[in-house]
């Protein structure tokens, strides 16, 4: 029974209730509820379990906070939870929602340590999502996170660039056709999933000259229910490139 125990046992055929499942049903529910806080304030007294599924969700929350405190205390818990998820691969490797926030919190870790840091981890940052994928094909998140990948590598300025060159000798390649054929089967997976995806469907577009096809997928992301701060996000990005056709 590890550390969690039992807080609930019925006969011998019914289903035993471990401390484990229920923190993990909380922490999913306050997730949907955006209530990050909570969620960090009840799994924090176990980030040392070494239970993935535990530490994962902390790790997820404590990415979601950094995004709204000061930007000392966002780079604190960047740190700490990327430190977290890698302990956490350590013991079980074969986790695949761990594999893909250790590729966003590496990304966002890399955010604070500049450009350099940036191009030096970007074959990291998707080697995680390719273990993800390999674990989990048919996540149109990670689909998501590798067309933004190809994205953000297509579209690297002449400066990065030969920055990439002097550390690798040979930068990352990779172009917006590439792209977008991640972000276009992430929609063949599960359609309108995500605002993000739609977002970058129009950015992609614009970037490939398809007027039509970019407008129809800003509109979408600009029209998306707004659910959470990345919604939010997409709305506002899609309504400043609308506003420029």
């Known amino acids: 029974m590890g550390i969690w125990g039992l807080t609930k046992k019925k006969g011998d055929n019914e289903t035993i209730i471990t ?13 949907e509820q955006e209530q990050y806080q909570e969620i960090h304030d009840l799994l924090i007294n176990y980030k040392d379990s070494g239970d993935i599924e535990i530490i994962w969700r902390l790790c997820r929350a404590m990415y979601k906070l950094s995004k709204i405190v000061s930007e000392v205390d966002g780079k604190k818990l960047i740190f700490e939870a990327y430190d977290l998820i890698l302990k956490a691969l350590e013991i079980k ?10 590729s966003i919190l590496l990304n966002s ?6 450009v350099k840091a940036q191009i ?12 993800a994928m390999e674990l989990n094909p048919k996540e149109p998140t990670l689909m998501y996170m590798l067309g933004t ?3 953000q590598v297509a579209d690297l300025t002449w400066y990065q660039r ?8 040979e930068p990352p390649s990779s172009s917006f056709e590439e792209a977008l054929k991640y972000f276009e089967t992430a929609e063949e997976i599960d359609p309108n999933f995500y605002s993000q995806n739609l977002l970058m469907l129009g950015k992609t577009y614009l ?12 509109k979408m992301a600009l029209e998306y229910p707004a659910k959470n701060e990345d919604d939010r996000d997409a709305k506002q990005e899609a309504q400043k490139l609308l506003k420029k056709f």
């Open 19 to 31: 401390t484990k499942e229920v923190l993990i049903a909380k922490a999913d529910a306050l997730y």
């Open 93 to 102: 490797e074969d986790n695949w929602a761990a594999h893909k926030w250790a």
């Open 109 to 114: 870790k890399t955010l604070y340590e500049g």
């Open 120 to 131: 030096k981890e970007s074959y990291n940052i998707k080697k995680h999502m390719l273990r």
């Open 149 to 151: 990948w190809c994205y």
């Open 162 to 169: 030969k920055i990439a060159s002097v550390i690798f000798g």
């Open 207 to 218: 970037k490939l000259n398809q007027k039509e096809l970019a407008m129809k997928y800003l």
